[in-house]
């Protein structure tokens, strides 16, 4: 067997029953087949593709061609589509086959066959892996853009309303659904409901006046509830705060601090394993470990904050998390791209913190 790095972005890896390579291609009375496993990968973000062609170097013959995908939700490559399989149905006993999130090399051959072959199988699982760890080690990307999230997973169990709990039965309380004729949720229910934003709706983007506290700090945890009638989903977050620009009269609030903060919509995990997901499409749910500055409101029947908007802080991008008008919603897909507002931290911070001095009368 040889593994090379021929070059940046490609690999080769030869099984060869007879090792030195050159002397079994010059052995023209062999009646042994030699094996080329061949590949290349491209890295772009977070996204790795990585084609897998196996040769047989008598012939010159592909006997065996893929193309997979994979990023950094789905670690393991995902076949995207065959990049050639006419020549595969000639060798025999031996197929190919990849459903999502697994690559299953199987080979169907008579036991003196096994062997070899077997070699070769476990080979691709190698090469594969040397293709992660080697685009792993390549030259540093850019990080990708944050996406739009729906919000924490949690299992129907942890989920359901409390009722010995005030605050809890309070907090489902308020998301308890209109209309009485609608089902609880659960197996028979749809997988996604979505809120779609009004045609005429425009959003303050830096809302001062309607907030109660201003603060820039980290969400620490997240969890997804369901309302006391269970026929909707709200999300709870943790969040500690690092700095306060603007903090409520009704509750003192400093740095340190530890918040809870929520917002309609999340994402369930039934017993069968089914999830279902409610979301408003124009507000993104912020995730755990990244840090925000959030625009609140204060609810004192429920001792927590609401989110009427927030930006995701990056250093160097700031991501916004809401659509501001029915123009910017206008989506191709619901996972879509947070929208960049074209200036660093600190210049963000700068700008909101002139903005709510200007308010209160400041220079």
Not at 101 to 117: G, H, S, T, W, Y
Not at 175 to 188: C, I, K, V
Request: hydrophobic share 35%; net charge neutral.
């Amino acid at each position: 067997m040889e593994l090379n790095r021929k070059k940046t972005g490609s690999l080769e890896v030869v099984i060869d029953p007879d090792p030195p390579r050159k002397r079994a291609l010059e052995n023209s009375i062999s009646k042994t087949s030699m094996f080329e496993l061949e590949g290349s990968f491209r890295k772009e973000g977070y996204t790795l593709r990585i084609a897998v062609e196996l040769n047989e170097l008598q012939s010159k013959r592909i006997m065996w061609a893929e193309l997979y995908e994979g990023n950094e939700e789905s670690p393991v490559p995902t076949q995207e589509k065959p990049a050639n399989m006419a020549d595969a149905r000639y060798i025999p006993g031996f197929r190919a086959v990849a459903p999502p999130k697994r690559l299953i090399l199987e080979v169907f051959l008579n036991m003196p066959q096994r062997k070899a072959f077997l070699c070769f199988a476990s080979l691709i699982f190698f090469a594969l892996g040397a293709f992660f760890t080697l685009a792993q080690t390549s030259a540093p990307t850019s990080p990708a853009a944050p996406q739009y999230s729906s919000g924490p997973v949690t299992n129907y169990d942890s989920a359901v309303p409390d009722f010995s709990d005030v605050l809890r039965f309070r907090r489902g309380e308020r998301y308890n659904t209109p209309n009485p004729s609608l089902p609880e949720l659960g197996e028979g229910s749809e997988t996604e409901s979505w809120d779609l934003p009004e045609t005429h709706f425009k959003k303050d983007p830096m809302p001062f006046d309607g907030s109660d506290a201003v603060v820039v700090g980290t969400v620490s945890a997240g969890h997804a509830y369901l309302s006391n009638d269970k026929r909707s989903i709200y999300s709870e977050f943790k969040f500690k705060i690092r700095e306060g620009i603007k903090t409520p009269s009704a509750q003192y609030l400093q740095a340190g601090d530890s918040i809870d903060i929520q917002r309609k919509g999340g994402a369930i995990r039934l017993q069968s394993g089914k999830v279902l997901v409610r979301g408003a499409l124009a507000d993104s749910m912020p995730l755990v470990g990244k840090r925000y500055l959030l625009f609140l409101k204060y609810d004192q029947a429920t001792e927590d904050y609401g989110i009427l908007t927030g930006y995701e802080l990056e250093g160097n991008e700031i991501y916004r998390l809401d659509d501001l008008s029915y123009g910017e919603s206008n989506h191709q897909k619901i996972i879509h791209t947070l929208r960049k507002e074209g200036v660093t931290e600190d210049q963000f911070l700068d700008r909101a913190k002139s903005k709510l001095s200007r308010k209160n009368g400041g220079s």
